[in-house]
């Protein structure tokens, strides 16, 4: 049995791939397929895909072409969720903000430099029209960090998911101010080149695995109530959640990775572009 080391946030849209994993989609093609939980997000990630920690991620889009321009030796396979990524804009429950407009001079907690926490606050910014070469960040690695930074006044602002973050809001630990939806598709699944040149054919069973399942994903029976007492949610919000995104089956197209990567050189994200490159699987 081919063992294939496979990564993400311990977030609802990766649910498919734990269900794969459970219902024995993958060991009955002879993959052991093992999944890293990781709450640190898309640095981490990258940082993993670079010291051989995992085989294949999924990935935040800008994060990832933004490692690759930086020389991961990694590749992305196909889009995992075409639908944008809303990213909620949170302070404190007690802060004084009230507004997009009242955060402009407060600092940001991200998750590490690189994060879609950290990439976000910048387009955010960018799109309010600040100037994007004052923001000041905080690093506090997860969502529990975040908590901890906002609460004690370590940082001002802090963007996530807007549906993982809602509990919190719920429990009043978090108010969100607005919301900035990423204006491309936001997950990818990135395979290591090492990895993938030698193993193709397992790369390629996995990717056909999880795309028949995120396919039918919607039309399994409860998975509302199922992702709600998974993910600590309200059912009205996975459903709201569910109505809005849409998984892909599809490779990244050269157009859709040239916005990313302009946009990420136009806010000075990265300072080398890189050729656009898929897995051939």
Not at 22 to 38: K, L, Y
Not at 71 to 93: C, E
Not at 171 to 193: E, M, Q, Y
Request: glycine fraction near 6%; include cysteine.
């Amino acid at each position: 049995m081919k063992k294939v080391r496979i990564a993400g946030v311990p977030e609802h849209f990766n649910l498919p791939w734990h269900l794969c994993i459970e219902n024995n989609q993958f060991s009955d093609q002879n993959i052991n397929a093992v999944w890293t939980d990781v709450p640190e997000g898309t640095g981490k990630l990258c940082q993993m895909l670079r010291n051989n920690e995992t085989d294949i991620a999924v990935i935040l889009t800008e994060g990832f072409i933004k490692d690759i321009a930086a020389g991961n030796d990694s590749k992305i396979a196909q889009v995992y969720v075409q639908s944008p990524l809303i990213w909620g804009i949170h302070v404190a429950a007690g802060s004084n903000y009230k507004t997009i407009n009242d955060i402009q001079k407060g600092k940001i907690a991200i998750s590490r430099y690189g994060s879609g926490s950290h990439l976000m606050a910048i387009v955010n910014a960018k799109n309010e029209g600040w100037d994007t070469s004052k923001l000041q960040f905080e690093i506090i690695n997860t969502l529990d960090g975040a908590v901890e930074g906002l609460t004690q006044g370590k940082a001002d602002y802090f963007m996530w998911e807007r549906f993982m973050t809602k509990p919190i809001v719920d429990k009043g630990i978090f108010r969100r101010v607005g919301d900035r939806p990423t204006p491309w598709p936001c997950f990818v699944i990135a395979v290591r080149n090492e990895f993938l040149d030698k193993n193709k054919e397992a790369v390629e069973t996995v990717l056909n695995i999880i795309n028949k399942t995120t396919k039918e994903f919607k039309t399994i029976p409860d998975i509302d109530t199922i992702l709600a007492n998974r993910y600590g949610q309200k059912v009205e919000d996975i459903q709201e959640w569910l109505a809005l995104t849409e998984w892909s089956q599809q490779k990244l197209d050269k157009t859709t990775f040239d916005k990313v990567q302009n946009q990420l050189s136009e806010l000075n994200i990265i300072t080398k572009k890189t050729t656009f490159e898929i897995a051939t699987v």
